[in-house]
């Protein structure tokens, strides 16, 4: 699966890049070689991120669905006890 940015996105991370690269490599790169460089690392990077991610939600969804039980048990054959706990009406 191809991690794609739409293009707001995709022109923001490119002046980030560029603003990043003057800023602390004091490299002054152009758009296309800024692209150029987002797209490497959408393609050989993001994937690590975007896998570790789908992980904590699988174990985060995992531990919601083994409540699930506890959360929603409804007791069988309950009617007796709950209707000695009412008062009597007469």
């Not at 490299?27 to 789908?54: K, S």
Request: net charge negative; aromatic share 8%.
């Amino acid at each position: 699966m191809a991690i794609e940015l739409e293009r707001p996105e995709r022109e923001q991370a490119v002046a980030s890049l560029q603003r990043y690269l003057e800023a602390e490599l004091d490299e002054h790169v152009g758009n296309l070689a800024a692209g150029a460089l987002l797209g490497f690392f959408l393609e050989e990077i993001a994937p690590l991120v975007y896998n570790q991610a789908v992980a904590e939600v699988q174990e985060r969804l995992g531990q919601r669905v083994a409540e699930v039980d506890v959360e929603v048990h409804e007791g069988a054959f309950q009617y007796w006890s709950r209707r000695a706990a009412k008062p009597q009406r007469r």
